[in-house]
């Protein structure tokens, strides 16, 4: 195949995803962000990046914003989110952090593309991403791409859309985010 060719595929399948998606389908994620002012996030691989990236984003938005894996990130507890994005929604590492912060009084947020799995049972807000997930099982877009790719290039711009809805709906103004920018660059 060409690049064109595969260019098409991969923004029709990106399509084919968020036309399955849409305001009902991420507003417990979106009301559950703005409910909360510590947010920690979690995700591993490539979910992990796309993750990594929304956490800056929070941050820019005025959210007190920990990626998990950071030495510097505090502890969790009663008042705080955690977001977990896991395409199969069943990945060890990820089960047992989840696991511990409900015990220790946290809400958890899942991404996921499946419809089960050992994390949906301890989740209080489930957003279904219906886009083929390494792994996973479920009602999704399916894709001619490697492994996960569509389920984490989905990630990756429904962050960015969910912090343009944030922005707009927390009335923050864009030089206020410009602002929280890392300036020691």
């Given at each position: 195949?060409?690049?064109?060719?595969?260019?098409?595929?991969?923004?029709?399948?990106?399509?084919?995803?968020?036309?399955?998606?849409?305001?009902?389908?991420?507003?417990?994620?979106?009301?559950?962000?703005?409910?909360?002012?510590?947010?920690?996030?979690?995700?591993?691989?490539?979910?992990?990046?796309?993750?990594?990236?929304?956490?800056?984003?929070?941050?820019?938005?005025?959210?007190?914003?920990?990626?998990?894996?950071?030495?510097?990130?505090?502890?969790i507890g009663k008042g705080?989110?955690?977001?977990?994005?896991?395409?199969?929604?069943?990945?060890?590492?990820?089960?047992?952090?989840?696991?511990?912060?409900?015990?220790?009084?946290?809400?958890?947020?899942?991404?996921?593309?499946?419809?089960?799995?050992?994390?949906?049972?301890?989740?209080?807000?489930?957003?279904?991403?219906?886009?083929?997930?390494?792994?996973?099982?479920?009602?999704?877009?399916?894709?001619?791409?490697?492994?996960?790719?569509?389920?984490?290039?989905?990630?990756?711009?429904?962050?960015?859309?969910?912090?343009?809805?944030?922005?707009?709906?927390?009335?923050?103004?864009?030089?206020?985010?410009?602002?929280?920018?890392?300036?020691?660059?």
């Amino acid at each position: 195949m060409s690049f064109k060719t595969y260019t098409e595929l991969v923004v029709s399948e990106i399509s084919q995803v968020f036309n399955r998606m849409d305001d009902a389908s991420i507003r417990p994620l979106l009301e559950s962000i703005k409910a909360h002012r510590r947010i920690f996030l979690l995700g591993g691989g490539r979910e992990g990046l796309a993750t990594r990236a929304f956490a800056m984003r929070l941050m820019h938005l005025g959210k007190e914003a920990h990626w998990i894996w950071d030495d510097t990130t505090p502890s969790i507890g009663k008042g705080d989110l955690m977001i977990c994005a896991c395409g199969s929604a069943d990945v060890g590492h990820e089960n047992h952090i989840v696991r511990l912060a409900k015990e220790a009084g946290g809400t958890v947020a899942l991404l996921t593309a499946a419809q089960s799995g050992f994390l949906t049972r301890y989740a209080d807000v489930v957003t279904i991403v219906p886009a083929h997930a390494y792994r996973a099982t479920g009602d999704f877009v399916k894709s001619e791409q490697l492994m996960g790719n569509l389920f984490e290039q989905i990630l990756f711009l429904l962050y960015d859309i969910l912090v343009m809805l944030l922005r707009e709906e927390l009335a923050i103004p864009r030089d206020e985010m410009v602002a929280r920018h890392r300036n020691v660059e």
